[in-house]
């Protein structure tokens, strides 16, 4: 297969050249780097939104959204289907980089390929698999756009020159932050397993999908929703080749905290995402399909909760 970076290129590239109907903007750092805003100072939408959850994915998944409903009323819902599980979802979309700067401060979090060329995390020891290439993008979530400092920091660690680097940033609040956040559904559930134990290069397909949430200026009731959004509202269908044990510990339900809303788990934790276990971080429900064998059906979905986190009146 070819380099994951490049196919994320390729999408890149389309964002640029379509920045006016994307309402989004691109400028280049003095290092070379390219910045693109895709909902911080930006309008974005859903569209810019879409075409990021497929740079996420390098290329590998197909997003889409539909209409369905949260609690009786009208919501828009985001569907992301990949054959390339393990690669697109763990190797690419994933949110596994820190970006943490002091004078002037800058927080982020960042997910892509541009992991790949660092490929230090666990699942890329696990399923022996690292990316090389020349270019590289890092999606970053953050309320700030980034500077060269992160420019630099990303090109060092993933062995390339600034000018190489692409960061396509957003708000959480923004309307490309709840459809990106949608789209994770999937990524929550192979992690899920990969978390059990389960080898997932014997996923064959996985179909994901979880409501939009409001767009919100407040940073902090946009992590709580969009978590919210998939731990109660998030549903999967996934197609394997091996059974496991522990399929019944996929979906959100299996946890202590089900029921919680994410702004009281947040808050027990003062905010801090990286002092929340990973376990909670689950879609509400899974359809696990064992190719030849029995199909579970696991989890449940939460309507209630999601009105009330909505701030549905």
Known sequence: MDSINRMAIELVDEAIDFADELRVDAHDLPSGATVLDFGVDAVGGVEAGMLLAEVQT??????????????????????????????ALLCSQKAGWELAFEDPPFDGLGSGPARALVAEEDEFRDLEYADEFDLTVLSVESVDLPDDRVAEHVAERAGIEPSGVFLPTYATGSTVGSVTAAARAAELALFRLFELGYDVRNVQSVFGSAPLVPETYDESEALARTNDALAYGGEVHLTVTEEFEDFDHVPSSAREEYGTPFAEIFAEADWDFYEVSESVFAPAKATIDVVDGPTYALGETDEDLL???FGRQ
């Not at 590998?60 to 054959?83: F, K």
């Open 307 to 309: 009105a009330d986190s």
């Open 58 to 87: 390098a290329g590998l998944a197909t997003v889409q959204t539909r209409m369905d409903e949260v609690a009786g009323a009208p919501t828009p819902h985001v569907e992301l289907q990949t054959d390339h599980p393990a690669l």
